[in-house]
């Protein structure tokens, strides 16, 4: 089975910019669509980012026009950018099968906004 492993995360002010990765251990494209999640604590975990192979994408209306969801060509790798970040943003972020197919989840990368 394909493994996902999340990267990326950190600690940014208000207003900046992250680049999150997932690597595959081999091709996505095995895998089909992906998306992006987050947990915040106390809160269940939440879909913002949804790809169909590259083709198209969907977006939470928390995130629209701030975060960009991307697959590379080689189809191993799925970015998410996300831009004009806010407190409200800081959570564990995922990625997995769009929508999740009973994949396991890894382990996350914390990204933390600071206002």
């Known amino acids: 089975q394909v493994q996902l492993v999340e990267s990326g995360g950190g600690l940014v002010q208000a207003g900046g910019s992250l680049r999150l990765s997932c690597a595959a251990s081999?091709?996505?494209?095995?895998?089909?669509?992906m998306g992006w999640y987050r947990q915040a604590p106390g809160k269940q975990r939440e879909a913002v980012a949804g790809?169909?192979?590259?083709?198209?994408?969907t977006y939470s209306d928390s995130v629209k026009g701030r975060f960009t969801i991307s697959r590379d060509n080689a189809g191993s790798t799925v970015y998410l950018q996300m831009n004009n970040l806010k407190p409200e943003d800081t959570a564990v972020y995922y990625c997995?099968?769009?929508?999740?197919?009973?994949?396991?989840w890894g382990q996350g990368t914390q990204v933390t906004v600071s206002s």
């Open positions: 790809e169909l192979r590259g083709r198209s994408s």
């Open positions: 081999g091709s996505i494209y095995s895998i089909g669509n």
């Open positions: 997995n099968t769009f929508p999740p197919t009973g994949r396991p």
